[in-house]
């Protein structure tokens, strides 16, 4: 691959924010990136600090899933109790599908908890 700006020249990498072929004239190393010098270099730090900022903040989601998964099975096994056993009628599948539907999304919660802490 030859350079975007001097096709005569080999590239020793490509642009982060644009993917252009870069030679080493071109080309401006920004955080973990290079980018095109004077042209792209901002774009690429904005994107780069967006990157480290999630980063950062991907542990506290954890604790926040496990919270709201938590929730969603006691709210499941109160619909589900209620649509098995206090309702004689009417509401009585809805509440247990209700119940079914909140249980399994509080598994799939507590879950995504245990994938964000691992990583």
Sequence with gaps: MNCFYHREVHAVGVCKNCSRGLCPDC????????????????????????IDRSRRLAPRAGG???????????????????????????????????GLIAYAMGAYYMRLAQVVKRS
């Design 64 to 98: 926040q899933y496990l919270w709201l998964g938590l929730f969603l099975i006691g709210i499941g096994l109160g619909s589900g109790y209620e649509g098995l056993f206090v309702f004689r009628r009417g509401p009585q599948n809805f509440m247990t599908f209700f």
């Design 27 to 50: 080309a401006a190393e920004v955080f973990e990136g290079l980018a095109c010098r004077s042209r792209c270099e901002d774009a690429v730090a904005a994107v780069s600090r967006l």
